[in-house]
Nanobody, 122 residues
Framework: QVQVVESGGGSVQPGGSLRLSCAAS????????????MSWYCQSSGKERELVAK????????HYSDSVKGRFTISRDNRQNSVVLQMNSRNPEDTAVYYC???????????WGKGTKVTVSS
């Protein structure tokens, strides 16, 4: 079982920036974080959870949803077993709970954090 914990949520004004962090861990020695696909999802009130950004394991390919391209940046630190979502130029539509997901290299397992709430308002 992989534990995933998000941090960094809060309130920000439109146009502002916020940085979310996600730490993944596992109690046994079979956890190779660098091979895991790490993703950020968001879920606004009344809407389904949707992918925001993803960074693959091993080769670190990045993918962004159209709504955040050019504004958000995903990165990972394999030494710290963590992934960061840097969010710039926030707008009210970005208000949501943001979830981090760790996907196993085989794709057979996904682990979710409990989410961190982000509010964008003036």
């Amino acid at each position: 079982q992989v534990q995933v914990v998000e941090s960094g949520g809060g309130s920000v004004q439109p146009g502002g920036s916020l940085r979310l962090s996600c730490a993944a861990s596992r109690r046994d020695s079979r956890f190779t974080f660098s091979l895991y696909n790490m993703s950020w999802y968001c879920q606004s009130s009344g809407k389904e959870r949707e992918l925001v950004a993803k960074i693959s394991g091993a080769v670190n390919l990045k993918h962004y949803s159209d709504s955040v391209k050019g504004r958000f940046t995903i990165s990972r630190d394999n030494r710290q077993n963590s992934v960061v979502l840097q969010m710039n130029s926030r707008n009210p539509e970005d208000t949501a709970v943001y979830y981090c997901q760790a996907g196993s290299p085989s794709g057979s397992e996904q682990y979710w954090g409990k989410g961190t709430k982000v509010t964008v308002s003036s």
